[in-house]
């Protein structure tokens, strides 16, 4: 009797997780929604263009913070062009068109991830620790190395092990990542913790107490007002400083709230194993989310930068008449170079 109660077990879930997957795929994979995504990660992919030939055409703007991002524009572009192709290849029999997918957009997520947080310690770094010249080389060194090489060998290892493939679109919007299996909880749970989540989880925390601590940095030194050893001797720095402090706290907020539908999805995942309700909001809101990238970093990185916005004025005849009235709107001090 025992044996056959577990028997009936397995096919009750089996049948349900079925239904499940049926439900989650179904919703991912409707025309509009598969549009829809298609049209967002076009814009990532438009974007992130636009923040590398920003830095590629004007040497005065290559800063070390700028070039992370320009790491960051670079992953974003991949998971972005990836994603669309994803979203738009037959996924059922985990092909290796399906498998190369998942891969290169393991790889490419966890380097954005990576240079994202690096990006929130970098400024720590520079702005409340003052680090000097040579210390920031050997970070950058590091950096480079772990934010390429972790992200590959996590990718490469997946694919090996074929840990990637068909996810059923269970923690996914259309697009391939870690296969699932409604037989193997465990393995499929911490493949997608290694492969995204959990350092998705981690950036979460870590470039929040990193921007909080510097914006602390800011405003203690502002209410010091113009004293010897301070970074704001002039008040082009003290406003610099103003908008800095905003878009501090514009980066991680924006981050988070693209990347929490997939997480959200992922903890549901996790608790409802096999059988998560699928829900079409949560399901449209990650497709959104995590192909928006790209685009974010551009409105943040260029258009809401003072710097950006008066090249781009340069290729806008109308816009050449109409300079910036206020000259301590111009940021002068480095360590705000691309935060601004």
């Known amino acids: 009797m025992e044996v056959i109660s577990r028997v009936l077990l397995q096919l009750t879930t089996t049948e349900a997780s079925s239904t499940t997957v049926h439900a989650q795929e179904q919703i991912a994979e409707e025309p509009p929604n598969q549009i829809l995504f298609t049209a967002v990660a076009s814009l990532s992919i438009l974007g992130s263009f636009i923040i590398v030939s920003t830095f590629l055409l004007w040497p005065d703007l290559r800063t070390n913070a700028r070039l992370m991002i320009v790491f960051i524009s670079v992953c974003d572009f991949l998971v972005a062009s990836f994603n669309i ?20 957009n393991i790889a490419a997520i966890l380097s954005s991830f990576f240079w994202t947080l690096y990006l929130s310690l970098y400024f720590y770094l520079t702005i409340c620790k003052k680090i000097t010249v040579r210390t920031e080389r050997v970070t950058m060194w590091l950096f480079h190395v772990t934010a390429w090489g972790i992200p590959l060998v996590i990718a490469l290892v997946g694919y090996e092990l074929n840990a990637v493939g068909n996810p059923h679109d269970m923690v996914s919007s259309g697009w391939c990542w870690i296969k699932y299996s409604p037989t193997k909880r465990n393995e499929t749970i911490i493949w997608m913790l290694i492969a995204g989540k959990g350092w998705e989880i981690l950036a979460y925390i ?9 914006k602390v940095k800011i405003r203690r030194e502002l209410k010091c007002g113009f004293v010897p050893g301070s970074h704001f001797l002039t008040l082009k720095s003290v406003e610099a400083a103003k908008k800095a402090d905003l878009k501090l ?6 981050f988070i709230f693209l990347r929490i539908w997939g997480t959200i999805r992922f903890i549901r995942f996790w608790a409802y194993f096999p059988e998560p309700v699928a829900h079409d909001w949560l399901i449209i809101l990650q497709g959104i989310g995590d192909n928006s990238q ?10 809401f930068t ?12 109308i816009c050449r008449h109409y300079p910036e009235k206020d000259p301590l709107l111009r940021n002068t001090n480095l360590c705000y170079g691309a935060v601004d």
């Open 206 to 214: 870590a470039i929040s107490v990193f921007y909080v601590l510097v």
């Open 85 to 104: 192709l994803g979203i738009n290849i037959e996924k059922k029999l985990d092909n290796e068109i399906c498998k190369l997918q998942a891969t290169v």
């Open 294 to 303: 790209g685009f974010a970093d551009f409105v943040l990185f260029c258009l």
């Open 306 to 317: 003072n710097n950006i916005r008066n090249k781009f004025k340069q290729f806008i005849p």
């Open 249 to 254: 706290t514009l980066i991680p907020v924006v």
